[in-house]
């Protein structure tokens, strides 16, 4: 027989009682001494922690990651090297825009944020499911943010501020042809594919560096909602996208997403006519062909959604040796972002909590101390060597930690003025043109519904605006959202 569980306090001891509060008498006062009755008030009042400033609303999931087509050519990274290796991952998937009790069916980019529990570190790919995004500058994504969330007068979405930005903007109109198409309500989180969206780097054995896109192709084929079944999903069930994940896993209907991705040697930028450290273009594939990398397949649940999900650290900034960042300047404004974000949402050891541990391997460094510093996952033990009084480097003791200097990456030749390059004045229009043109005649005919359900309730000098922008990509594509704005 098993044996009985009791109910505790933190602190280990079986409760007698936690059905009646303590009292002076059947119907007196309550009893400062009832100590079990403050613990569960004053922790219950402390249950909450901010939500994520953008990408509030997310579902997590684990899996594995296995290579089918070994990569050292490009990068030392080991869990892209020797077919069949496997290395355990974990996905977060989000809106971006709402709320943590939003609803999954928005038109919104969705959060696509993988990680790799790597045998040298957590390497993370926090991107969605677009290729491309609305900004090409980090400084404007406060601003940008600030015209999707709520109106700070009227607390309301606000189409107005969204379409003025968009219009003042005109680097956001490929995405946000991108957003207003079909592929901006996906029907759930397993049928879409996933982006890193910027500009990466690889770097090989021999010194070598390549520019590289990552792309997670679903093998669940892409499904869409239209604004009308979106509109009834919202109503029906507002965690749609969350319950479809968990029924998959536990049906044993893991999904999967093939690795691909492009390169360009590292010289090919100076002269390629696409600027690759443009976060508002693609690289055609006709360009830089996609590279299969390999297979990722989601297939267990989180136990604890707080703990691992809503404390979950994704960080463009989390690299591993074989994989580096690039002069995308909004890449280089999120390899500061995120963990400032975190040290402030979760707290400055967050990457001691088990989800962000880099528990394939071991950390080993130097910082101490903070809130919460100690052995909560088994693997962060911050070591600091042989002899665990020396928190500093370098230190004389014969184990002391070393530099790892057979992982440096490779200079980067930068040359230039430090100046404030302008964000305008390039070519917004082309690749945005390009993906109007492709679509389907009744694709183009929601998208021109979808972009004048909102454009319709902004002002007119803004709707003339985006009729100039949407005319500049492609004459039909102006002349149709004028003509539907009018009627
Ligand atoms: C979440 C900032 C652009 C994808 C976040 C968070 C911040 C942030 C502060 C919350 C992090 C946390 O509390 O854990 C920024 C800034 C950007 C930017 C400053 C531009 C300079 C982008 C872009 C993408 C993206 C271009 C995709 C290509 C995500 C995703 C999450 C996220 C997927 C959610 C991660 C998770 O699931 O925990 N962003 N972001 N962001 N961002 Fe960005």
């Not at 040298?120 to 400084?139: E, S, Y």
């Not at 600027?275 to 006709?286: A, C, E, Q, R």
């Not at 101390?369 to 014969?398: E, F, K, L, V, W």
Request: aromatic share 10%.
């Amino acid at each position: 027989m098993s044996q009985k569980q009791y109910i505790t306090s933190q602190s280990g001891a079986p409760i007698a009682d936690d059905q009646n509060s303590l009292s002076a008498g059947e119907r007196g006062p309550l009893l400062l001494q009832d100590w079990h009755l403050i613990e569960k008030l004053a922790h219950f009042n402390r249950e909450r922690i901010p939500e994520r400033v953008v990408h509030a609303k997310g579902t997590g999931v684990y899996g594995t990651f296995t290579v089918t087509n070994d990569m050292s050519q490009y990068t030392i990274a080991e869990h892209f090297q020797g077919v069949g290796t496997q290395t355990e991952a974990f996905v977060r998937f989000s809106t971006v825009g709402g709320e943590m009790g939003s609803a999954d069916a928005e038109r919104d980019p969705r959060g696509f944020g993988v990680r790799f529990y790597t045998k040298r570190g957590n390497h993370d790919i926090v991107g969605n499911n677009t290729p491309t995004f609305f900004l090409r500058d980090g400084i404007k994504f406060p601003d940008f943010i600030h015209t999707q969330k709520r109106n700070p007068h009227t607390n309301l979405k606000d189409p107005q501020a969204m379409w003025d930005f968009w219009s003042l903007n005109p680097e956001s109109l490929h995405q946000v042809t991108v957003l207003m198409s079909d592929r901006g309500i996906p029907a759930n989180y397993r049928q879409m594919h996933g982006f890193g969206s910027h500009t990466f780097s690889f770097w090989n054995a021999k010194g070598e560096r390549f520019w590289v896109k990552f792309h997670f192709k679903t093998e669940q084929g892409i499904a869409n909602l239209t604004e009308e079944q979106a509109a009834k999903v919202k109503g029906i069930d507002p965690d749609h996208a969350q319950r479809d994940m968990v029924a998959a896993i536990q049906d044993g209907n893991f999904p999967r997403w093939k690795l691909k991705v492009q390169i360009m040697p590292e010289a090919d930028a100076n002269t390629y006519h696409i600027n690759p450290f443009d976060l508002t273009k693609v690289w055609p594939h006709k360009d830089y062909p996609l590279i299969e990398v390999g297979i990722l397949e989601l297939n267990r649940l989180p136990q604890n959604y707080f703990a691992e999900v809503e404390q979950v650290a994704l960080a463009p900034s989390n690299l591993v040796p074989g994989v580096g960042a690039s002069p995308d300047k909004m890449l280089q404004a999120r390899l500061f972002a995120y963990a400032d974000a975190q040290r402030y949402r979760i707290g400055a050891n967050y990457n001691q909590l088990p989800v962000n541990c880099p528990h394939a391997t071991q950390a080993n460094h130097h910082q101490r101390a903070g809130a919460m510093a100690g052995a909560q996952c088994p693997y962060h033990r911050s070591q600091t060597g042989g002899d665990a009084s020396a928190n500093y480097g370098p230190n004389s003791q014969p184990s002391g930690l070393q530099d790892a200097t057979e992982f440096k990456e490779p200079p980067l030749r930068l040359d230039g003025e430090a100046d404030r390059y302008s964000r305008y004045g390039q070519d917004d229009y082309t690749q945005a043109g390009n993906l109007y043109r492709l679509l389907p005649e009744e694709e183009k005919a929601r998208l021109i519904s979808n972009i004048c359900g909102t454009l319709s309730q902004a002002t007119q000098d803004v709707q003339q605006r985006m009729i100039g922008h949407f005319s500049q990509a492609d004459a039909d594509y102006g002349r149709r959202v004028q003509e539907m704005l009018v009627s």
